[in-house]
């Protein structure tokens, strides 16, 4: 009996799930990259498609003149304390930093937010280990 619920269940999402495509219609590698990294609550019924581009591939489009959004976006995220979404953008923001040294130089405020970002990302790191 509840296998064939199971079974019932797994046939009416396969029929009723749709795609959803938050990049549709995105070209901007800034935009792109901040949508890249809203975190999405898995819903059986929407299957969310992926960037089109790598992130890689969208970090390495930006400039220094590109970054200060990104940082700028980085730094509400932080704010707010969306942990899962900080953690990633943290990392991000570091790597501009260490890439374009000499034209971005970040507040105090902006260091404190990604220390506390890197303290955040560890325990996470250790959750997600000891979970698996």
């Known amino acids: 009996m509840q296998e064939q619920a199971r079974l019932e269940r797994e046939q009416y999402i396969r029929s009723h799930r ?76 570091r790597a501009i930093g260490l890439t374009f040294r000499d034209d971005w130089h970040p507040t105090d405020h902006q260091h404190r937010l990604l220390d506390e970002v890197s303290k955040q990302g560890r325990l996470l790191a250790s959750e997600d280990h000891a979970a698996a």
């Open 18 to 93: 749709q795609d959803a495509n938050p990049y549709e219609r995105v070209d901007d590698p800034l935009e792109l990259l901040k949508l890249a990294h809203v975190r999405r609550e898995p819903a059986e019924l929407i299957r969310y498609l992926p960037c089109p581009k790598r992130p890689e591939d969208l970090y390495a489009e930006l400039d220094a003149g590109r970054t200060a959004p990104l940082v700028s976006h980085a730094t509400k995220v932080l704010e707010c304390g969306d942990v899962h979404q900080a953690h990633p953008l943290g990392n991000v923001v």
